[in-house]
Nanobody, 122 residues
Framework: QVQLVESGGGLVQAGGSMRLSCAAS????????MAWFRQAPGKEREFVAA????????DYTDSVKGRFTISRDSAKNTVYLQMNSLKPEDTAVYYC???????????????WGQGTQVTVSS
């Protein structure tokens, strides 16, 4: 059974940093893209960042470019999201996702984690 388990969320002050991790198990994700999405209260889930496994191509939504960095450790089947210069508007539940197609659409990802809460205080 495929599992994606996020960790690293919590409470941080504005301007601070946080690193999220997503450990994948149950299959080899060597040909899959991995991504992070987030959902704030009362809002739709939105794309944050994605990375393909074999060419390390990365994509970011405009609001996090220059502040967030997605990376992966293939040996550990783990993807990370380093978040710097956090803002209160980054507060959301962050979800890890995996799928055959990289990109910003949720339809490209068929495996999802349970989510981890990130709260940025002002």
């Amino acid at each position: 059974q495929v599992q994606l388990v996020e960790s690293g969320g919590g409470l941080v002050q504005a301007g601070g940093s946080m690193r999220l991790s997503c450990a994948a198990s149950g299959r080899t994700f060597s040909s899959y893209a991995m991504a992070w999405f987030r959902q704030a209260p009362g809002k739709e889930r939105e794309f944050v960042a994605a990375i393909s496994w074999y060419v390390e191509r990365t994509d970011y939504t405009d609001s996090v470019k220059g502040r967030f960095t997605i990376s992966r450790d293939s040996a550990k089947n783990t993807v990370y999201l380093q978040m710097n210069s956090l803002k209160p508007e980054d507060t959301a539940v962050y979800y890890c996702a995996a799928g055959p197609s990289s990109g910003s659409s949720m339809r490209g990802y068929n495996y999802w984690g349970q989510g981890t809460q990130v709260t940025v205080s002002s």
